[in-house]
Structures are given as C-alpha cells and as structure tokens.
C-alpha cells in the first residue's frame, strides 16, 4: 500500500523562523487534526537501517498511538540523542507540522556537547522544520515558542535531571508547563527502578522509580492522563545497570502521558 505520508526528501519547505506567534495573549489550542493512524511512514526510505532494526525494541507505532501525535502538531524534544524518534517524528507530523530540538544551555560544558549534537542532527536530516534550539532551562522560555508546542517528549534522560544535569526537575517541569500549548501533551519515558526507590539510583544504575516521576510531575501542576506498558519487561529486576550488555536495550520502560491544563 502506496504510504499518504510523505518522505523526509519530498516535504515541502517550510519556514521555522518562529515557533509561534509572537503575541500570547490568547494561547492556540491544542491542533485537533486526524491522529496518525497509518504508520506506513515507518518504512519510508529515509529512515535509517540501526533505526529500522531497533524498532522491534522501542514499539515507534505504540508510542505514536499513545502520544496521541497528529499531523501538523509542534513537537519539542528534550536531548534527541541519535536521532531516532527525532526521524519518526518529521514523518508522522507531516508537512505542516515542527520538531525543535533542545539542549539546555546549562550543558554548554559538557564533553559529549549536546548542543552542537542537537544542531548536527537537525543540520543532517535537512528538512526546515526540524531545527534545533537551545536556552537556559532556568528561563525565561523565548517569547515565539511560550504556548506553542502540542507536545514535549522526554526519553531515557529524566532521570539525569536528578544527578547530571545543572538544574533541577521542578525547573525543567516548570519550562515544559511554559512550552506547552493548553491541553498540551507531556510524555516522559525513562528505564524503571525498583518501586520506591525514588531518584537513589540515578547515579548509578541510571535508573529512576516510575511512580517518583509522577508523583514529581503532577507536583508540577500536570494533569496525569495515563501510563503505558508497551516497553514493559517484567523480566527486568530494574537493579542492573541500563548499560550492561545483558540488559541494555531490553530494560523494563515507564511511559507516562500528561496534560497541561487547558
């Protein structure tokens, strides 16, 4: 079946000269598009091969499902990393949709230099709504994308903010409630600790307690909509390192969705 996504080569240029309108006196709502129902896009060519054999693993159609994206949506993602659901995500929004990239300024120092791979990133996929940004986390969050964004995803660094990272998770949380159109989505997934262990092992196994982060999240002033199971594995004992070869990739996931009021 021909895919009614298009590939990352045919979209139409557009400009991300700004994130949003300039005047926030009356915040857009959340986009109410049809929601991805054709995953098709999941074989388009432009994905990578290491992307395509790590789908198996990391479920890309469930998570977009749970998500909730649909085309046309602003997506800001915390850290993208290597890029995987960065790629995922210039496809399932479609032509009119953004992905940002962030990393905070509080990381300009650090050896692996998250900034400069964040812009790297984007510089090679080369489409112009992808692009890459970076502001301090402590704020203020820049007046074009305040209220703008249908989601802000967060992957596998939560935990981070707790042991790493140059600020703490109330400052991050209060920027994500800042970015986030009303109603806007906030998914957080991250490798599970043992149950009531909170933060304890974020330096070490690099790990964190699914029920802490909500706990955390709702703190906040987030709405908590619901958690998937998709990554799940009950296998796991959640007390290993997420780095040892006989776990890495295959640990036991927490994925939790929530809402900014509207």
Known sequence: ????????????????????????????????????????????????????????????????????LTSGQTVFEMLPGGGYFTRIFALATGPDG?????????????????????????AEIGDPRITATHFPVAGPVPEAMAGTFDLVWTSRNYHDFHNLLDFDPATYNAMVMDLLKPGGTYIVLDHSAPVGSGASATDTTHRIDGE???????????????????????????????????IKGQTDQFVLKFRKPA
């Open 212 to 246: 802490f982060v909500k706990a955390e999240i709702e703190k906040a002033g987030f709405e908590f909509v619901s958690e998937s199971d998709v990554l799940a594995n009950p296998d796991d004992t959640r007390d290993v390192n997420v780095y040892d070869e006989a």
């Open 1 to 68: 079946m021909k895919s009614a996504a298009l590939s990352l080569a045919s979209v139409l240029a557009l400009s991300l000269a700004a994130c949003g309108s300039a005047d926030q006196s009356a915040p857009e709502a959340v986009a109410t598009t049809e929601a991805v129902s054709d995953y098709a896009f999941l074989d388009d060519a432009s994905r990578t091969d290491d992307d395509r054999a790590a789908d198996a693993l990391r479920k890309p159609a469930d998570m977009l499902e749970f998500a909730g």
């Open 98 to 122: 953004k992905v940002v990239l962030y990393a905070p300024d509080e990381m300009a120092d650090k050896p692996w230099k998250p900034i400069e791979g964040a812009e790297k990133l984007a």
